[in-house]
């Protein structure tokens, strides 16, 4: 395995275990640790197949990560109501998570259309893919407004619709990728 692997592994390791342990009752430092661990994922991937991520692909992963984690917590705190939840989510209110909800879909889209551009510059195929990819982030961030993004890999993995657009977006970048 590739040195860099290796040391995401490490870090990876360390987000994971400090959160655990502290970082989780930090309202706000939460969300950015969280958002950190799945760019460290995402950089251990690159490591893996050997392509350094490029600083737009960095930023698009890290505020999707925020859009995720800050779209749960609006779930969790809708949601409270109903049932009992951890404490750090009794800090947040809806206009603050809502604010970082937006800002950090806003910055997902943007630098999502600057890294296609960036590495696609002449491929419209690839181009093509921000239309489906900002379908899926916006079908997301409605299911959060519906309370229904509390368990993120469970609507990721169930609603056909979500799952289609990330289809329509993947699909034709492995395409570009190999051509």
Known sequence: LPTKFLLAILVYLA???????????????EMLWLSTGFLIRAIAGSAIIQEPPTGWFIVT??????????AKRLAELKNSY???????IKKYN??????VLTASLTITLLTYS??????????????????????SVF???WHCENGDAE????????????????FATIFPLLITFYL
């Open 61 to 70: 992963v890290g505020f999707g990560a925020l859009f995720i984690v800050s």
């Open 15 to 29: 987000i994971t275990i400090s959160y655990t342990l502290a970082i989780k009752f930090i309202p706000v430092f």
């Open 94 to 99: 809806e206009p603050f998570l809502n604010t």
């Open 114 to 135: 600057l890294w296609v551009f960036e590495i696609h510059p002449h491929s419209v195929l690839a181009q093509c893919t921000i239309l489906p990819f900002s379908l």
């Open 151 to 166: 368990s993120p890999e469970n609507l990721l993995l169930s609603n056909n619709l979500i799952i289609l657009t990330a």
């Open 82 to 88: 109903i049932k009992v939840t951890r404490n750090v």
């Open 139 to 141: 079908l997301y961030a």
